[in-house]
């Protein structure tokens, strides 16, 4: 860090420094993950000592929380579970399909930060990944599954179990988002992503095989 970039540092507000020490740490626990991460090392990597860390965050769960607190904050959960709802009371699975599609892969796109390090806290079975599962996928998760099976009540879709089927639909975007935001290797190099959101939603809603008279 330059002396520009400290003395500058210096100065932060309260909630400025909070925000700062969040995104250090992502960026840090996402290329070293948890294991190979200290706190010294963030306070180096903030120009800060480690006692401004332990000043704003008084345990380690309470900066995991806070990291998930600034996860939500910059992709809310609420407003996009609002629009679902919207999509559900209008009984507009295929809208609801493409949301679904297009919420994974953008969270993927806008914040692959973000998106490695919930993936490096499942591969070390740090706490933060079932933080993450409690506030974040378990809520998706549970309203999506309700509303397949309201719509299996309604004779809309096949019977089966809905968390499988969940699994099933949002399976392909994650894999695309793996790929492509984390893996940095593009799997559709001819295809751009409202193209692939517009195959995926496609294929989730047609399937795959023509009707038998159309088969060539």
């Known amino acids: 860090m330059s002396q520009e970039e400290v003395l500058h540092s210096s100065r932060l507000s309260g909630a400025d420094r909070r925000k700062q020490l969040i995104e250090v740490a992502i960026d840090l626990f996402s290329r070293k993950g948890f294991a190979g991460t200290t706190t010294r090392e963030i306070a180096a990597a903030a120009g800060v000592t480690e006692a401004i860390i332990f000043r704003h965050f008084q345990t380690k769960s309470g900066f995991y929380n806070a990291i998930l607190d600034y996860i939500k904050s910059v992709e809310p959960l609420d407003e996009w579970l609002s629009e679902a ?54 809520p998706i998760g549970m309203k999506f599954a309700e509303y397949i099976g309201l719509r299996q009540r309604e004779g809309a879709i096949r019977p089966g179990d809905p968390f499988t089927m969940l699994l099933f639909i949002a399976g392909g975007a994650q894999f695309y988002s793996l790929h492509r935001f984390i893996h940095t290797f593009d799997p559709c190099p001819d295809q751009n992503d409202d193209t692939v959101i517009s195959d995926f939603t496609r294929y989730l809603v047609h399937g795959l095989l023509l009707p038998q008279g159309k088969q060539s």
């Open 85 to 138: 709802q919207t999509l559900m009371d209008d009984r507009d699975d295929e809208g609801l399909l493409r949301l679904l599609v297009t919420k994974i892969i953008g969270v993927s796109r806008r914040h692959p930060k973000m998106e490695r390090l919930i993936h490096m806290a499942a591969l070390e079975g740090h706490e933060l990944a079932a933080l993450h599962m409690q506030r974040f996928n378990m």
